[in-house]
């Protein structure tokens, strides 16, 4: 029985590092492929804006000094002109806005792979926890919330990268749990962080707590939730490895509790 279990433990490891080996060099390729061009978008958009209101300005005092030409008229009438002078600022935001959201998830995938941060080092958990919400929210129902209740932490030395897919692992988890259960009622998850002191060695620690109004796990289920290749979901949609993994990030890497 030992020995299973340690081979089950070696093959969950060999085959999280392989993954995320892989899954790392696939994310920073991306990542660098898109910030190339989104850059250029976004850095090009505040001239536009400055030629469009150049040109805006031009077009009105042409209107207030040119004499009324039927063509032009007609023209502007099939161009709907007043319209699109008061839409194109407007256009010119909304193009603005979605760049700079592509800038953000393209900054959260480089801080998801971290291949520069793969070592022990001091991390900020409050934007590890910000980067894992932004890559999860994609899947965030409309009718699901999250909730940041963070309170004041230190830096932490730990390895960035292993705990971004801890937080990840639980964040997907809890948004199969809410899509398993009745939408009827908003759903939220949660996620708190506080510092406290260990009552008996008197050791400060940092506590971060993920939680979900979604279905919950069974009580006959709560003592497998960590066992390599267990999982209650259907077969295809899990692997039961993200807690496993987290398990032995958290506790045997981290020296934490989970």
């Known amino acids: 029985s030992d020995a299973l279990n340690d081979l089950r433990h070696t093959q969950s490891q060999l085959i999280q590092s392989e993954k995320m080996s892989s899954l790392g060099r696939m994310v920073a390729g991306v990542a660098h492929e898109i910030n190339n061009p989104v850059s250029f978008i976004y850095g090009n958009i505040p001239h536009l804006e400055k030629y469009v209101e150049g040109l805006t300005q031009l077009i009105q005092l042409y209107r207030d000094r040119t004499p009324a030409d039927p063509d032009i008229q007609a023209l502007e009438a099939d161009l709907d002109l007043d319209f699109v002078l008061q ?42 926890l910000d980067t894992a919400i932004s890559l999860v929210r994609g899947d965030l129902p409309d009718h699901v919330s999250i909730i940041r209740q963070y309170g004041e932490l230190p830096w932490v030395e730990c390895y960035p990268q292993l705990l971004n897919q801890v937080f990840v692992n639980v964040l997907s988890n809890a948004l199969d749990a ?31 707590a993920i939680a979900d109004n979604g279905i919950g796990i069974p009580d006959d289920q709560q003592s497998r939730v960590f066992d390599p290749f267990f999982t209650t979901k259907d077969v295809g949609k899990g692997t039961g490895l993200g807690l496993t993994v987290s398990y032995q990030t958290v506790v045997h890497q981290h020296r934490g509790n989970i």
Do not use: C, N
Not at 108 to 120: G, I, K, M, V
Not at 178 to 204: G, N
């Open 87 to 128: 839409d194109l600022p407007d256009t010119l935001r909304s193009m603005q806005s979605g760049a700079e959201r592509i800038r953000q998830i393209v900054l959260s995938l480089r801080r998801f792979a971290r291949l520069d941060e793969a070592e022990w080092k001091l991390t900020d958990l409050h934007d590890s």
């Open 178 to 208: 809410i899509a398993s259960a009745a939408s009827d009622v908003p759903r939220w998850i949660r996620i708190s962080t506080a510092t406290y002191s260990h009552m008996t060695t008197r050791e400060s620690w940092i506590r971060i």
